[in-house]
């Protein structure tokens, strides 16, 4: 069983950053690709970023790109969302995801990730 837990959200003016950390156990844990997702109220869960097994790979979403970094340090267990130049359209639940059969990183729905963290409220003021 794969247990994930999110940490770092917090209430942030527009303009400055946070870093997300998501702390995994009960697998091996480099062997899956992560991603981050968000759900703003009343919104779909949407896509933010993945990251390869080994780190050697990152996906973002658009509107995220040249903002938002994705890391990961197997020897930790944890992947990171470094997030910068934050605007209130940021704000959302952030929630990090593991991929048991380790897809592409361009396959983005939230149905093909089988383990989930509880979440982390990001909140961004203007």
């Known amino acids: 069983q794969v247990q994930l837990v999110e940490s770092g959200g917090g209430l942030v003016q527009a303009g400055g950053s946070l870093r997300l950390s998501c702390a995994a156990s009960?697998?091996?844990?480099?062997?899956?690709?992560m991603g981050w997702f968000r759900q703003a109220p009343g919104k779909e869960r949407e896509f933010v970023s993945a990251i390869s097994s080994s780190g050697s790979s990152m996906y973002y979403e658009n509107s995220v790109k040249g903002r938002f970094t994705v890391s990961r340090d197997n020897t930790k267990i944890t992947v990171y969302l470094q997030m910068n130049s934050l605007e209130p359209e940021d704000t959302a639940v952030y929630y990090c995801a593991l991929d048991p059969n380790n897809r592409p990183l361009t396959n983005t729905h939230p149905s093909l990730y089988g383990f989930w963290g509880q979440g982390t409220q990001v909140t961004v003021s203007s």
């Open positions: 009960g697998r091996t844990f480099s062997t899956w690709r």
